[in-house]
Nanobody, 114 residues
Framework: QVQLVESGGGSVQPGGSLRLSCAASGSINSIGAMGWYRQAPGKQREMVAI??????NYVDAVKGRFTLSRDNAKNTVSLQMNSLKSEDTGVYYC?????????WGKGTLVTVSA
């Protein structure tokens, strides 16, 4: 069983920064892709950033503002979010693939508002 613990959400003004972190524990000898998805109010969940096999992909809306990093020794994945915009508001979910199965965190709320 895989446990994912997210941290770092909160409220910030437009232009501000937040850092999200996710720590994986449990039966995780073989971790594949790691990253973050988000779900804005009234919208479907979308991929924000994923790192897999040394390659990182970002949704176009966050390119140049968000940076995804992964620490394989600590089984953590972090998302540095800069120049935040109101449209970045939503619940952010950690995403980790272990033994080919997708695991989701419970979500952490990010609110960007003046």
């Amino acid at each position: 069983q895989v446990q994912l613990v997210e941290s770092g959400g909160g409220s910030v003004q437009p232009g501000g920064s937040l850092r999200l972190s996710c720590a994986a524990s449990g039966s995780i000898n073989s971790i594949g892709a790691m990253g973050w998805y988000r779900q804005a109010p009234g919208k479907q969940r979308e991929m924000v950033a994923i790192i897999s096999g040394g390659s990182t992909n970002y949704v176009d809306a966050v390119k140049g503002r968000f940076t995804l990093s992964r620490d394989n020794a600590k089984n953590t994945v972090s998302l540095q979010m800069n120049s935040l915009k109101s449209e970045d508001t939503g619940v952010y979910y950690c995403y980790v693939v272990v033994y080919g199965r997708t695991n989701w965190g419970k979500g952490t709320l990010v609110t960007v508002s003046a």
